[in-house]
T-cell receptor
């Protein structure tokens, strides 16, 4: 079964500092990987996705993520955090291999606090 | 503007009453999903539908029901059988053959 682990429940960084949010997945074949962001009381917005090819993917709002097959990880990074990045971040995985089911499996989320 | 709408944003009900949450999309997406979100638990799948007039149970379907009579609409009914209905409910949709899902703004349901 697929599962997604986000080891950090809550991270606090200062504005302007770099950020890395961790995500590990368990799935035998090549996964389709996603990062979503959620502001309080809002829906989820897709930040970026990885399907194949270059293991470093760029997303919106200056975020990037790197797929490391050997570590089963897909960590989200940003070089310089802005106060507006404070939100909850979710990693998700979908089963690949031609399945049309399209189920997403979500991690429990990492809450990001940004200090001014 | 294309997107997913959920209404209402806040919903209050008394225990023992059924309540229906609306989800509409004008993205021409084939698949639609309902998730429940509780603090610290991520998103849990309630029901999903890949085509009109067909839907499947997700991981926590007990106490919920859905219908898919039109491609653009996927309403969720929270029945009185749902033991702990107070939560944030999110609807999502996706194109056939793709994997990324797009989410509505959510409905916060409070049952007292």
């Amino acid at each position: 079964a697929q599962s997604v682990t986000q080891p950090d429940i809550h991270i606090t960084v200062s504005e302007g500092a770099s950020l890395e949010l961790r995500c590990n997945y368990s799935y035998g074949a090549t996964p389709y990987l996603f990062w979503y962001v959620q502001s309080p009381g809002q829906g989820l917005q897709l930040l970026l996705k990885y399907f194949s090819g270059d293991t470093l993917v760029q997303g919106i709002k200056g975020f990037e993520a790197e797929f490391k097959r050997s570590q089963s990880s897909f960590n989200l990074r940003k070089p310089s955090v802005h106060w507006s990045d404070a939100a909850e971040y979710f990693c998700a995985v979908a089963r690949g291999g031609g399945s049309t089911l399209g189920r997403l499996y979500f991690g429990r989320g990492t809450q990001l606090t940004v200090w001014p | 503007d294309g997107g997913i709408t959920q209404s209402p944003k806040y919903l209050f009900r008394k225990e023992g009453q059924n309540v229906t949450l609306s989800c509409e999309q004008n993205l021409n997406h084939d698949a639609m999903y309902w998730y429940r979100q509780d603090p610290g638990q991520g998103l849990r799948l309630i029901y999903y539908s890949q085509i009109v007039n067909d839907f499947q149970k997700g991981d926590i379907a007990e106490g919920y029901s859905v219908s898919r009579e039109k491609k653009e609409s996927f309403p969720l009914t929270v029945t009185s059988a749902q033991k702990n209905p107070t939560a944030f409910y999110l609807c999502a949709s996706k194109e056939a053959g793709r994997y990324e899902q797009y989410f509505g703004p959510g409905t916060r349901l409070t049952v007292t």
